[in-house]
């Protein structure tokens, strides 16, 4: 189904008008498979050719950073430098330069521009859930599970997790875990040599 | 102005943000794994997808959203009758072995996964029927697979409209931004269909 061709997904058939923007489930009129297509007055908008950058006429007028010979029209939110209609970026309602978007992005200093997170706190919570599993059949591995999952939450503590919910209870849980199960498997480690060197 | 002015706290990310209904998982074991969720945010839609330990992010703003559409499928129904064939599978079994008398386990054992796959479709059909959803914007088509159940689907959707018509305008914008329109590149194809 494409909002450029309007198509039933199942049949590919083109649907007519009466089946869009209904309010709520209607069968398609070639395979009768329900469904609902909601358009919206973007699909109807044309997009307007970018902005051309003035030549600098006068020698009073400004020109910008990047290309000397085109006239400023703006200045650039985070660094300061005078744009051209071409250099000029509007992102989340701010006028910026490319130097400057490319360096939020790479700090991350802009989250609208993050498009990836790893999550160390999911990793460690995986390796103690692991060592857990493991504590009782193989002790002499748990507990090393339970220290990385532990350094882990120390090293990455700062870093920022997952975008929706950034607290850091999960990483204090696995810590908390993670010494639980370092404890409880080297119990088992070592009441099992314990129990060779008895016998 | 430092680019950090502009760096908005995670806790004000997650303030600024509405979870909407809707999660599932696509795929299970090693070799796919996503989970999805979806956040309203004044101007957009985030779609955050989390595959293993990486959480990706993706930005739909409400104006430039073209299209939004469900369409029902029949996999709910599908993972319906294989899982009623199981049971009766099962059942087949437990009748033929207290009929026969066989020991103990030959008829626990397939009552036991009787009861597991009969729970399964119970569950199943108490979701109600299963949709593909999709976002459409200009150059990109998004399927929103936590949006997996009609009566999710149809309810986020209508959510979605509401703030998608206050951003863009209804169905009379729509009409005076020149309506719903053959593109050029189907010009001349039959309707077709039966």
Partial sequence: ?199 | MNMGESHTEPSATRQTHRLLKGRAKRGFGLFANDKQRLWLAEDHLLVVTQSYLTERYKRFYLNDIQAITIQKSSAGAILNTILLILVATALVLVTAAVLSEWPEPAYVIPAILAGFFTSGALINASFGPTCVCHVLTAIHEEPLFCLGRLRTALRVVEQLRVEIEAVQGGADALDRAGGVHEPSQFAGQEMGGA
């Avoid at chain 1, 009073?60 to 071409?86: D, M, N, P, Q, Y």
Wanted: aromatic share 8%; proline share 5%.
């Fill in chain 1, 1 to 199: 189904m494409g909002a450029a061709s309007q198509s039933c997904d199942k049949c590919r058939n083109r649907l007519p008008e009466a089946v869009l923007n209904s309010p709520g489930l209607m069968a398609c009129p070639y395979c009768r498979t329900p469904l609902q297509f909601l358009v919206f007055p973007a699909y109807a908008r044309t997009h307007a050719a970018g902005q051309l950058a003035e030549r600098v006429i006068a020698d009073v007028e400004s020109s910008c950073f990047f290309h000397s010979a085109k006239k400023a029209t703006i200045a650039c939110e985070g660094c300061g430098r005078f744009l051209c209609a071409l250099c000029d970026i509007e992102f989340d309602g701010k006028h910026v330069c490319a130097k400057c978007l490319e360096a939020g992005k790479s700090k991350g200093t802009m989250d609208k521009l993050e498009v990836e997170r790893y999550r160390y706190d999911v990793l460690a919570t995986n390796l103690v859930v692991l060592g857990l599993l493991l504590t009782f059949c193989m002790p002499y591995i748990a507990p090393v599970l339970g220290a990385a999952a532990i350094y882990i939450c120390i090293r990455y503590w700062n870093k920022p997790m997952a975008l929706m919910s950034p607290g850091k209870g999960r990483l204090a849980i696995t810590i908390v875990l993670a010494l639980v199960q370092v404890g409880l498997s080297s119990l088992m480690f070592l009441s099992i040599l314990g129990l060779m060197f008895t016998i």
